[in-house]
């Protein structure tokens, strides 16, 4: 199920930067060549970009990429890592529930008689990403702490702050040649 969902939302990630893209380049060829703006397509553009950067978060959540401090962690025994991993995963768990579900919900029903300037859209459509996206990041939570308990995901515990430090370092420079593509 986590594979399948994170494909979809991969896919619908790809295809919405890509409708935005079009749109973008549409906008700036009827600003600049045809003189006629086409006001319609920031707007839209606007609320996908919101669409895709809630969808994104969700994907993050899903693949346990979200911020985190790990240095300090990491040099607690597995048993405090696992237990501080499955706290994380309930807060956001709450944060989801609470504010994009709940929270969403409450700002689409209100939002729903108020249309879009451009589109004459009801603006509570474009607002229905929030309880969206706290719906699948609850259901990416729930994974993780499932995959936590079943010992899916390892933890490791390092010896000193200094060897958790110098890995993530390690790990930084990688990228960091990567990037530069194989230069530091």
Same mark, same amino acid.
């Given at each position: 199920?986590?594979? *399948?969902?994170?494909?979809?939302?991969?896919?619908?990630?790809?295809?919405?930067?890509?409708?935005?893209?079009?749109?973008?380049?549409?906008?700036?060829?009827? &600003?600049?060549?045809?003189?006629?703006?086409?006001?319609?397509?920031? $707007?839209? +553009?606007?609320?996908?970009?919101?669409?895709? +950067?809630? *969808?994104?978060?969700?994907?993050?959540?899903?693949? &346990? $990429?979200?911020?985190?401090?790990?240095? *300090?962690?990491?040099? &607690?025994?597995?048993?405090?890592?696992? !237990?501080?991993?499955?706290? %994380? $995963? !309930?807060?956001?768990?709450?944060?989801?529930?609470?504010?994009?579900?709940?929270? #969403?919900?409450?700002? %689409?029903?209100?939002?729903?008689?108020?249309?879009?300037?451009?589109?004459?859209?009801?603006? #509570?459509?474009?607002?229905?990403?929030?309880?969206?996206?706290?719906?699948?990041?609850?259901?990416?939570?729930?994974?993780?702490?499932?995959?936590?308990?079943?010992?899916?995901?390892?933890?490791?515990?390092?010896? %000193?702050? +200094?060897?958790? %430090?110098?890995?993530?370092?390690?790990?930084? $420079?990688?990228?960091?040649?990567?990037?530069?593509? #194989?230069?530091?």
């Amino acid at each position: 199920m986590r594979k *399948f969902l994170e494909r979809i939302l991969k896919v619908l990630g790809g295809l919405t930067l890509a409708v935005m893209f079009i749109l973008v380049i549409w906008q700036v060829f009827t &600003r600049y060549v045809l003189n006629n703006s086409a006001t319609w397509t920031e $707007e839209l +553009t606007s609320y996908l970009f919101a669409w895709l +950067t809630l *969808f994104g978060a969700a994907l993050v959540t899903g693949e &346990r $990429e979200h911020m985190n401090i790990p240095v *300090f962690i990491e040099t &607690r025994s597995e048993k405090t890592q696992r !237990i501080v991993a499955i706290l %994380s $995963e !309930i807060i956001i768990l709450l944060f989801s529930m609470i504010v994009l579900v709940y929270g #969403g919900i409450a700002i %689409s029903k209100l939002t729903m008689g108020q249309m879009t300037s451009s589109l004459s859209v009801p603006l #509570g459509i474009f607002y229905m990403a929030l309880p969206v996206a706290g719906a699948l990041n609850i259901l990416f939570c729930i994974l993780n702490i499932k995959d936590i308990m079943e010992e899916k995901i390892r933890f490791k515990q390092k010896k %000193s702050l +200094t060897e958790a %430090s110098e890995e993530l370092v390690s790990g930084a $420079e990688d990228v960091s040649k990567h990037i530069n593509g #194989g230069e530091n």
